[in-house]
T-cell receptor, first 113, second 112 residues
Framework: GDSVTQMEGPVTLSEEAFLTINCTYT??????LFWYVQYPGEGLQLLLK?????DKGSNKGFEATYRKETTSFHLEKGSVQVSDSAVYFC????????????FGTGTRLTIIP | DGGITQSPKYLFRKEGQNVTLSCEQN?????MYWYRQDPGQGLRLIYY???????QKGDIAEGYSVSREKKESFPLTVTSAQKNPTAFYLC???????????FGPGTRLTVL
């Protein structure tokens, strides 16, 4: 079945550091890929998405590129801020079957001033 | 102001009791979903509904029930048959099944 593997956290960085959170997936066909962010005590918000190979999703300084050859969708940001502290989830949605979202386990990110 | 509301934010229940979690959306979305989130785990799909009066089991439906009598409402009942109900429950909706899902703020259920 479909699955998503994220780098384990927690991740702690200093403000203005470069961020990478790794995400790889296993799926049949050509899934759409997503990054969601969850701030403390809140629901999930869509951060960015990519629907086909080589697409780059971007939002709020975050980027991720859909790499079919390595089945990856790594999240990057050039200079993180304290306000980026949250849990980040990588997810895929397969166009076959019931099109449910399959989530990774989440990566907790803490940015220290 | 469109969005998804879940109530209550925190819910406590005694073991053996059924409890119903509310989810309402005013986004005019056809599809609605219930997920469960446990510490250190991703979200797991409990039930989903693509249209009024229709719903399907997700990956972990045992011990849960839902109804979809109105487009804007998709309540989840956690029954006494659910062996480990303490968790954070998230409701989501989308225009259609291949569109972005929007999430509510969640309900944290604790069984005492």
């Amino acid at each position: 079945g479909d699955s998503v593997t994220q780098m384990e956290g927690p991740v702690t960085l200093s403000e203005e550091a470069f961020l990478t959170i790794n995400c790889t997936y296993t799926a049949t066909g050509y899934p759409s890929l997503f990054w969601y962010v969850q701030y403390p005590g809140e629901g999930l918000q869509l951060l960015l998405k990519a629907t086909k190979a080589d697409d780059k999703g971007s939002n709020k300084g975050f980027e991720a590129t859909y790499r079919k050859e390595t089945t990856s969708f790594h999240l990057e940001k050039g200079s993180v801020q304290v306000s980026d502290s949250a849990v980040y989830f990588c997810a895929l949605r397969n166009k076959f079957g019931n099109e449910k979202l399959t989530f990774g386990t989440g990566t907790r990110l803490t940015i220290i001033p | 102001d469109g969005g998804i509301t879940q109530s209550p934010k925190y819910l406590f229940r005694k073991e053996g009791q059924n409890v119903t979690l509310s989810c309402e959306q005013n986004l005019n979305h056809d599809a609605m979903y219930w997920y469960r989130q446990d510490p250190g785990q991703g979200l797991r799909l409990i039930y989903y509904s693509q249209i009024v009066n229709d719903f399907q089991k997700g990956d972990i439906a045992e011990g849960y029930s839902v109804s979809r009598e109105k487009k804007e409402s998709f309540p989840l009942t956690v029954t006494s048959a659910q062996k480990n109900p303490t968790a954070f429950y998230l409701c989501a909706s989308s225009i259609g099944r291949d569109n972005e899902q929007f999430f509510g703020p969640g309900t944290r259920l604790t069984v005492l």
